[in-house]
């Protein structure tokens, strides 16, 4: 049985052929859908700043503000009660120096909020939601640069290992579930592992910005995590926007290394990059919808120029369907309310 009048196999054609049929309700749409979205596939980041009586709204990014301990355990209850599958934290410290002295410190902002977080939510087999923390120097060192410079003021890779290494375990010890490593460094989910493992922290998975690039999408991300590099850019150790092969390389060596899962950030100028790596590799592959993107939403959207909740949701149905399993989006909550 063909089904069609142009030989075996192939479609019909129109009259017979009627794509629309599928398109016509909205039951039909769903029962078609190639992509889906669900809570579980979202984790959302959130930034805890110390020192502060009351959260600071962000003001390039509408909605997203700087958290106290006692608002961030508001916004993860209300995550892990929509369904959210992931929270990952970042650190905004009341003081910095040259080494990020606060990245690996037992009493740093985010080990303090991890610790508060696993306390309130639970931890283990059992725990709601998975709790994730980005490792790197940026947010702490008083030059915003990824790691410790050398006195030629580039950031000096090996030494940075060291410092990377020191905060991965600071925050498994916190309740880290999930250790992000982001300073795009050499050998940097190695000294992690190797560090875990050697800790008695094995079960700690590590995700991996593989493919992270030198972005301009990421300026409403330095205003949050008041983390704007002091002098230069992060070219030298971020990859280059024009090349795509080579995150494919990058996505290769840190699974060598041990990484679990691996990211593409950001996720929406590079949905290509998505999709190469997702065709490459058989382990969980996350993006991050960034927070350049966002605000370019959330500004039009103001404006009235677009429909804000269905450019939300297709957004986040792009990024799903290029091959990304988990999405970091700053709309995880809202979305997964509006999903149930």
Known sequence: MTGSRTGWGSPAEFPQSRPRRLRRTAGLRRLAAETTLAPADLVLP?????GIAAPQPVASMPGVVQHTPDSLRKAAYDAVEAGVGGLILFGVPAAKDARGSGA???DG???????????????????P????????LDEYTDHGHCGLLTPAGEVDNDATLERYAAAAVAQAAAGSEVIAPSGMMDGQVAAIRGALDQAGFPQVAILAYSAKYASAFYGPFRDAAECAPAFGDRAAYQQDPANSTEALREVRLDLAEGA???????????LDVVRRVADEVDVPVAAYQVSGEYA?????????????????????????????????????????RRLH
């Not at 985010?110 to 087999?125: F, M, N």
């Not at 939601?129 to 790197?136: A, H």
């Not at 593409?264 to 590079?270: E, G, L, N, R, S």
């Open 104 to 106: 690996d410190d037992p």
């Open 260 to 270: 679990d899962a691996v990211m593409v950030k950001p996720a929406m100028a590079y």
């Open 129 to 136: 939601t998975v709790l994730m923390s980005d490792c790197c």
């Open 296 to 336: 370019m939403v959330e500004a039009a959207a103001a404006n009235g120029w677009v429909d804000r909740e269905r450019i939300i949701l297709e957004t986040l149905l792009s990024i799903r369907r290029a091959g990304a399993g988990t999405v970091l989006t700053y709309w995880a909550t809202e979305v997964s």
């Open 109 to 127: 902002v985010v080990q303090v909020a991890l610790r508060d977080l696993s306390d309130e939510l639970g931890s283990g087999p059992n725990s």
């Open 46 to 50: 959130l930034f805890v700043k110390e």
